[in-house]
């Protein structure tokens, strides 16, 4: 199984990411910045989730997607 996951670099993200590796299955993502994904082995494709370009990269040869991004920005004050 491949599955794509969307906020790979995140807290949540990068949980999923473990839990998919360790089971075996293939991982692909997409990231702003390649060095902060720490699941080793999995295809990065650096890009946004507004890039059309990079999300149909992220999503080839997957048979699902998980989306962990946080709709919160951190510059937002409460």
Not at 7 to 16: H, N
Not at 18 to 38: F, H, N, P, Y
Request: charged share 20%; with cysteine.
């Amino acid at each position: 199984m491949k599955i794509a996951i969307f906020g790979v670099s995140g807290r949540t993200g990068s949980l999923v990411a473990m839990e998919a590796l360790s089971r075996g299955w293939q991982i692909s993502g997409i990231a702003r910045d390649k060095t902060k994904v720490s699941a080793a082995g999995a295809d990065i494709t650096e890009g946004t989730p507004y890039d059309i370009s990079a999300v149909k990269k992220a999503l080839e040869g997957c048979d699902a997607v998980v989306s962990t991004i946080n709709s919160v920005t951190h510059d937002r004050q409460i």
